[in-house]
Every structure is written in C-alpha cells, then in structure tokens.
C-alpha cells in the first residue's frame, strides 16, 4: 500500500505583481456581485412560483387507484400509489448477471491518487508576498477519475488514464404500477436498492485480463487486486439491485401512463416518492425540499456576493501592504465593508424580489437593511470619536 506524501513549494509575488492581480480580480469581483444579484432575484421568484404552483397542485390533485384505468382523469393531476413492478430481465455483461428488477447499478471505485493543497501567505515590508504551498499526495478509493496529469507532483502520482471498468446503470424499459405504466422519467426515480451478493462466479465473468486478481470480500465489493495491500490502479466493483416495491406518484395521467403537470405558474409536477404516501404527505414533502432550496440558494447567493465586494475592495488593501501593518488595518476595513456592502446588496436585491413577487413581506426586510447600515455607520462614528 502507498502511503501519503507531502511536498511544499514557496513562490514569491512582488507588491507590483499583487496589485495587478488585485486590479484585475475587481472585473471578476464586479461580475460575481452581478451574476449573484441576478441568481438571487430569480431564487425569490422561482420560489414563489414554486410554491403557489405546488398550493394549486394540491387543490386540483385526485387520487386514484392503480388497479384500472378510468380515462375520466386523462389528462388531469392525479395521485396513484402501489407496487412497481419490473417486467424486463436485466442483465450485466460485465458480472454475468441477470435479474428481473427495475434497475441494476454497478459501482465501480479505483485506487487513486488524490492531491490536497494549503497556501499560507506573509506580507514583508515592501508589499511583496512570500507564499509557502504545500502539496499533500495520499491514495484513496473513488468513483471519479483523477487526473493526475493536473498535479504539481505528476510525475511521481501517475493514475490511469480512465477507468478500465466503468459504473453504470440499467434501468427496465417496462415498469408497471397495477394497470398502469411508468414512464422513464418516473422509473428513474425509482433508486430504493439493496446489495446483490457477487461471488466466484462473477469473479470469473470478468475480462480475462483481471480473472487472475479478481476475488470477492464479506462487504459486497469485487476486488480486482489484494483488498489488504491496494496498489494505484486497482479496482473494487459491486451490484445493487431496485427491486419491485410500494411507490406514490404525482404526475398527469395521459391513457395508461404517466407524463409532467404544469400548473399555471411553470411549476412542473412529477415527482414520485417510495412507499404509500398520501397527497398530504407528497405535496408537504416537495414544499420543504422548495424551502430548503430557497434558502440554500439564498445563503450561497450572499456569500458569492460578499466575495465579490472583497475582490472589488482589494486593490486599496494591496496598495497598502508596502507597511504589512497598515495592510492589516486596511484589511480588516475592507473585510468589514464588504461584508456591510454584501449584505445591503443581497438583503435589498431580496427585499425588492419580495416587492415585486410578494410586497408585504419586503417591507420588514427593508427596515432590516437600514438597520445594518445605520449600524455599521455608527460603528464607524464611534471607532472615530475614540480615536
């Protein structure tokens, strides 16, 4: 087995060379401040359409049975539960394998090398910069391919060129709910698995080429080399299988089968979910997973655009770096400034989304962000008097 590595690489940047970067960092900085103003008003009325589709969605949903096919719904929202069942065998070449289910999953995972880096930084006097890069190289399993051919350390951590065997997954052309068909959109939605056991025989299905490596663990995996002592290149497999089971759906009903509602605000409904759930359930479900988006989106839009004020501030804490000491004052300036900045632009952006997609809320949105501005400029008033 390979053991990890370290190597650390020093670079010196001179106060000339950093405030070119910093100057031309504000174009990048004033383009992520825009793009993250855009992202964060389409959020806000992405949500509200989601949500107001999602409240029509549920009162216009009926719930049928899956036992038959009542063309009185055709083409209206419906809501169904049952067993899914698989009709098509599927098989594996690369295992030998074959099963009636609804999909089958091959995950393949190869012993790589991964390369970790950390840059601490030292200002001297002059405004030059000294930056000490540490490389750390250590083996791991993945199922993403690492190109080693990106890292400072190539030559000595070569990874294959790709994998030798690939992940995959097969999926029934033809899935029933009682009477009904499910469409591939639906099928895909399917992923509740279970580990299926590989053994000799499937040792013996692999390319002739890794037969002789090839042995199998009580986890489930197929190593193609020793499990104990992996070296770079070697690979571990194993199959899960979806099998039939109880499944809840909403979606239009379209004769026998299954194609996306969309409500009058551009909400597409198709969404299914396991185990027999009710519409309460389902549309309770997708509203949280809406909320947890919003928000998450919302958090990440901020943060993009304190980033960017940072950058777009920048060039003033590089110009004073020539005395590292003011460097530091006029870095935690700056750092408080695009912080107060970031969040005025983000609060604002939100709170006139919510003027223009919800009014009554914006308003206490607003009085938030004259707060923090009010704040911070008080701040500043006393940190003056003081001084």
Known sequence: ????????????VSWGQRLMQSIAGVVGGIFLVLASIGGLWWNEGRAVNAAKGLKEGSAAVTSISA???????????????????????LRDPVLGVAETAIALVREVEMYQWREDSR??????????????????YRPEWSSRHIDSSRFNQADAHR?????????????????????FRLNPALIAQIRQSEPFELGAEHAASLPERFRERASTDQSGWLHVGDPLAPEIGDMRIRLKVVRDQPVSLLARQVDNTFEAHTTSHGTSI????????SVDAMFEQM?????????????????????GSGLILKPIRVTF???????????????V????????????????????????????LIAVCVGIVYLARKRVTNAGEAS
């Open 337 to 364: 400034i695009s912080l107060v900045l970031g969040l005025v632009l983000s609060l604002t952006t939100i709170a006139l989304a919510w003027l223009f997609y919800r009014p009554l809320l914006s308003i206490l």
């Open 67 to 89: 036992d038959q096919v009542g063309l009185a719904n055709n083409g209206q929202l419906v809501h169904v539960s049952g067993q899914a069942a698989a009709q098509d065998v």
């Open 159 to 179: 990874n294959p060129a790709g994998f030798p065997i690939e992940s995959e997954t097969r999926r029934a052309d033809n899935v029933a709910l009682g009477a």
């Open 1 to 12: 087995m390979t053991g990890a590595q370290q190597y650390a690489k020093v670079t010196r």
């Open 321 to 335: 770096d020539i005395l590292p000491i003011l460097g530091s004052i006029a870095g935690a300036g700056t750092g």
């Open 270 to 277: 198709e969404r299914l979910m396991p185990g027999i759930l």
């Open 119 to 136: 840059t601490e930084t030292r200002t001297t006097v002059g405004g030059s910069e000294e930056r000490v890069t540490t490389y750390s």
């Open 287 to 307: 509203v949280r997973e809406n909320t947890i988006m919003t928000w998450a989106l919302r958090i990440g839009g901020v943060l993009m655009v304190v980033i």
